[in-house]
């Protein structure tokens, strides 16, 4: 750990116990250094794994997400803090599953999440998320949402 007063490498625990009703230890630290005492947490950080379509393996990553879903979102009317509530609640749900949870999972989170949001957010997310070749997919997706959205017939 390193001394964030010296920046020296070489220090000692000194001290550990339970904190955060034994969800943490705190520990303090006294540098080699300089001689100062300074206090740490740890804490469990649970890692969620996102198997990819390829099947590869990879670390779930809010950041990665939130950057994908503010680009969908570029220029458009967004209420303040919408996009980090949607970010907290994949990852919520991705810790909450028993495994590694699929990047199709995520995407079909988002992509709900989007569609009662703005038509046009959703339209740039599918386009990445689907890989849309062409503008036939483009034309698919926005038919599926008239299908969806379309009122019921009036039956007096």
């Known amino acids: 750990m390193q001394c964030p007063f010296c920046h020296e490498a070489d220090t000692r625990v000194v001290d550990s116990r339970p904190a955060e009703a034994n969800a943490a230890i705190r520990r303090r630290r006294e540098c080699s250094s300089c001689g100062r005492r300074f206090t740490t947490y740890e804490r469990v950080a649970p890692m969620v794994m996102v198997r990819k379509r390829s099947g590869r393996l990879e670390a779930f990553t809010a950041d990665k997400l939130r950057r994908g879903v ?87």
């Open 70 to 156: 503010e680009a969908a979102l570029a220029d458009r009317p967004v209420p303040r803090g919408w996009v980090d509530d949607l970010v907290a609640a994949v990852e919520e749900d991705a810790l909450a599953a028993a495994g590694p949870v699929s990047s199709e999972e995520i995407g079909r989170r988002v992509l709900e999440a989007l569609r009662s949001l703005d038509e046009v957010a959703y339209l740039r997310f599918a386009s990445v998320y689907e890989e849309f070749q062409g503008v036939e997919d483009f034309q698919r997706a926005v038919q599926e949402m008239d299908v969806s959205v379309a009122p019921e017939p009036d039956r007096r």
